[in-house]
């Protein structure tokens, strides 16, 4: 049986799930003292912990990571560093350049949303049933195959 809104209610569903996800964990992250931090950073935390060598993450690295301009990045690990989540630092082995890494602040931040999401997941699994909720991870997968975790998703949802 077709939905009485046609083929876009699927995408919109997936969608509004995604934000009744991240709005419940960031209003965790708020009560924790993390109340300043947007959907973006986490993907600048999580491009910043991959896309950096062993000494950090450069502007032009969290750039090519997320898909947005280095200037772009710039400004987004200057907010970071202005709200204690991102620490400046040197590349010993090019002095020129300036590398960022997580501070514990973004630490506490990140395993505080790894608990929140778990407690989600397991809270729609009593919601739905582990198997119902298990099938539905296999049936996006098969639907959507890839990478989990898409850091240019910020740059394809804004077209910046």
């Known amino acids: 049986m077709a939905s009485e809104f046609g083929g876009y209610e699927l995408p919109l569903r997936m969608l509004l799930g995604f934000r009744a996800v991240i709005d419940e964990v960031h209003s965790e992250l708020a009560e924790h003292g993390h109340a300043e931090l947007r959907p973006m950073h986490g993907f600048l935390f999580q491009a910043i912990g991959r896309a950096g060598g062993p000494y950090g993450c450069a502007a032009a690295d969290l750039g090519r990571a ?7 990045a710039g400004k987004q690990i200057e ?12 590349d010993p082995t090019d002095a020129r350049r300036k590398v960022y890494t997580l501070t514990e602040r973004a630490e506490d931040a990140l395993n505080r949303s790894d608990r929140a999401f778990d407690r989600i997941r397991d809270r729609w699994a009593d919601l739905l049933g582990a198997d119902r909720l298990a099938a539905l ?24």
């Not at 997320?66 to 772009?72: C, M, V």
């Not at 907010?79 to 040197?90: I, K, N, P, V």
């Not at 991870?137 to 394809?156: H, I, K, S, Y």
């Open 137 to 160: 991870e296999r049936d996006l997968r098969a639907l959507a195959p890839g990478e989990v975790f898409r850091l240019d998703t910020p740059n394809w949802f804004t077209g910046s």
């Open 66 to 72: 997320l898909g947005i301009s280095k200037q772009a």
């Open 79 to 90: 907010t970071l560093e202005r709200l204690g989540y991102a620490r400046r630092g040197h």
